[in-house]
């Protein structure tokens, strides 16, 4: 009943927060034994799984797909305190002694002002897809001077071309406020091609002119906490 609450509360709840921690391991932890490695992993396993049962976390490895970071965990809660103590007790296990923070986005859920039709998966129980790319959006300031109607005219046409791409999950969430960046985007797709195609698209749009900073983008494959400690080398 405890984890159900939870899942509703993130649901509805009008203050859901977002926090997309990416990680480093210190390459003295590929001289440790197997047997140490193993049985750090099965330690993180626990701690995610007890973890999901007060807050959403999702498991990514960057691996080889991204310098400085080889993975990253994707966390829902309605407290950004929940973020903090979950942290804490990573860096208590025994990998936590061997990691080190690389990149880390803080944002929020609201509704857009330019389209209420679109729920973004982390507000479901859908299962996460294969491929998650992150990365923080910041527009210029003249966007926020422009009339509310000029700015929707706009956005529906970037609305427009991302219905033409139903396989593709957005996940938007604001950041302003609370980090360094305007939006934190992280979209979910089980094909990396059609990821970019819909980038392509999106870059032709009128939209993009505004755009001051969309980088660093970072390619995150979801697997299991266990299997991606064991793949750290």
């Given at each position: 009943m405890e984890v159900q609450r939870k899942k509703d509360q993130i649901k509805t709840d009008k203050s859901t927060f977002l926090n997309y921690s990416f990680f480093r391991i210190d390459p003295k932890w590929r001289w440790m034994n197997e047997?140490?490695?193993?049985?750090?992993?099965?330690?993180?396993?626990?701690?995610?799984?007890?973890?999901?049962?007060?807050?959403?976390?999702?498991?990514?490895?960057?691996?080889?797909?991204?310098?400085?970071?080889?993975?990253?965990?994707?966390?829902?809660?309605?407290?950004?305190?929940?973020?903090?103590?979950?942290?804490?007790?990573?860096?208590?296990?025994?990998?936590?002694?061997?990691?080190?923070?690389?990149f880390l986005y803080l944002s929020s859920f609201k509704r857009s002002v330019y389209s209420?039709?679109?729920?973004?998966?982390?507000?479901?129980?859908?299962?996460?897809?294969?491929?998650?790319?992150?990365?923080?959006?910041?527009?210029?300031?003249?966007?926020?001077?422009?009339?509310?109607?000029?700015?929707?005219?706009?956005?529906?046409?970037?609305?427009?071309?991302?219905?033409?791409?139903?396989?593709?999950?957005?996940?938007?969430s604001y950041s302003y406020g609370i980090d360094d960046n305007d939006f934190t985007l992280a979209f979910e797709t089980n094909d990396l091609s059609k990821f970019q195609d819909l980038i392509l698209q999106l870059r032709e749009t009128k939209v993009s002119l505004y755009?001051?900073?969309?980088?660093?983008?970072?390619?995150c494959l979801q697997k299991d906490i266990q299997n991606i400690i064991m793949g750290l080398g």
């Open positions: 047997v140490a490695k193993e049985e750090a992993a099965k330690e993180f396993a626990t701690l995610v799984s007890v973890a999901n049962t007060k807050l959403r976390v999702h498991t990514y490895t960057t691996l080889g797909l991204h310098s400085g970071t080889d993975f990253m965990l994707w966390m829902v809660s309605d407290s950004v305190e929940m973020f903090q103590t979950f942290t804490s007790k990573i860096y208590s296990t025994i990998i936590g002694k061997y990691i080190e923070p690389a209420d039709k679109v729920t973004p998966s982390f507000m479901t129980d859908s299962k996460p897809l294969k491929y998650l790319i992150v990365y923080p959006f910041v527009k210029s300031r003249e966007w926020y001077l422009l009339p509310f109607e000029e700015r929707k005219k706009m956005m529906d046409e970037h609305i427009t071309i991302g219905r033409k791409f139903p396989e593709i999950r957005l996940n938007t755009v001051v900073k969309d980088t660093p983008m970072i390619v």
